[in-house]
């Protein structure tokens, strides 16, 4: 096999040390014994249009795009999937053969399907999906709820004008709860989720004391360092059913590797253990 044979991906973020998705997909290449390689790369913003548009010569098949570069892919992908683009922004990208390059977000899918792992009845309960947070996440999170057939999702940010944002976007099934007084509306939540980064090990904590919160509320926060946030421990003490964060960056991961390499990965218990070393 020729070098240009070697299927090759990877991250680009700036800075990029902190990402497990390196360990992730070589976790995957090595029980999946492939001969590929994904690499992670520390790209600034200026430089990103010029990196992108070489790595298929390189021999790239494709590559995620992390913190702070997720909405700059978009506007320089020559193809943008509708998910993509009602999100606003990109995490996987694919080049062609002839170095077109397509954009996508499997945010919202990570987000489902280690939800549908972690708590199966998720969507049993009949009150709203309370989400915290209107970031980027955020909007991935709305947009797979809402596809999901959540009709009825409650939105709290620290600023008001970034939820209301998120309302134009995605209409009516959105409401807005007051930031400063989200503990008091809780109590017909059935699904809780925190996409903020608060509560991120050395940050500030949530400021909830989910006083109000049933415990037949299922809750889940995307941060997942550390692994049970306050967040978590906080709700499962009240008999909540917890999913934690970490699933979602596996299961993001999953449709990418696909495309790149051609073999589905799993998620399993030993990915785990091994993106937590
Ligand atoms: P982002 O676009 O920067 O949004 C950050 C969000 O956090 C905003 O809603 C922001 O509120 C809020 N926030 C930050 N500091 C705050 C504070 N001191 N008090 C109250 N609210 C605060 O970031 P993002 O891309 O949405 O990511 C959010 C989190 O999700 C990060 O921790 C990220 O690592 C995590 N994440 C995890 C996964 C996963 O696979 N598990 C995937 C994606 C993201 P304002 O609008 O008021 O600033």
């Known amino acids: 096999m020729s070098a240009a044979q070697i299927p090759l991906a990877g991250v680009i973020g700036h800075p990029i040390g902190h990402s497990k998705s390196p360990k992730l997909h070589g976790h995957w290449l090595a029980t999946l014994g492939i001969s590929g390689f994904y690499i992670p790369m520390d790209v600034r913003s200026d430089d990103l249009e010029t990196v992108l548009r070489s790595l298929p010569k390189m021999g790239f098949r494709g590559v995620n795009v992390t913190i702070p570069h997720k909405e700059q892919a978009l506007e320089i992908a020559d193809q943008v999937s509708v998910l993509a683009a009602r999100i606003g922004a990109a995490n996987t990208l694919t080049f062609d053969t002839n170095g077109v390059i397509h954009a ?3 945010d919202g899918y990570g987000f489902l399907a280690n939800l549908d792992a972690g708590a199966s009845n998720w969507q ?7 989400v915290l947070g209107a970031g980027g996440a955020a909007r991935a999170v709305i947009a797979a ?4 057939g959540v009709s009825r999702i409650q939105l709290a940010n620290r600023t008001r004008a970034r939820a209301e944002g998120l309302k134009t976007v995605f209409g009516d099934c959105v409401s807005i709860l007051d930031w400063d007084a989200v503990d008091v509306s809780l109590e017909d939540a059935s699904l809780l989720v925190n996409t903020t980064s608060l509560g991120m090990t050395g940050g500030d904590a ?6 109000t919160l049933s415990p037949d ?12 946030t306050e967040l978590l421990k906080n709700a499962r003490s009240k008999g909540c059913q917890t999913v934690d964060g970490l699933g979602m960056l596996l299961h993001q991961g999953v449709p990418g590797f696909e495309r790149w390499f051609g073999v589905r990965p799993d998620v399993t218990a030993e990915l785990r253990s ?4």
């Open 206 to 211: 949530l400021p909830m004391t989910l006083e």
């Open 104 to 106: 996508d977000n499997t």
């Open 145 to 148: 709820l809402l596809d999901r």
């Open 274 to 277: 091994v993106v937590l070393t």
């Open 124 to 130: 049993t309960g009949q009150g709203p999906s309370v």
């Open 217 to 228: 509320c299922v809750v889940t926060d995307l941060v997942y360092t550390p692994l049970e």
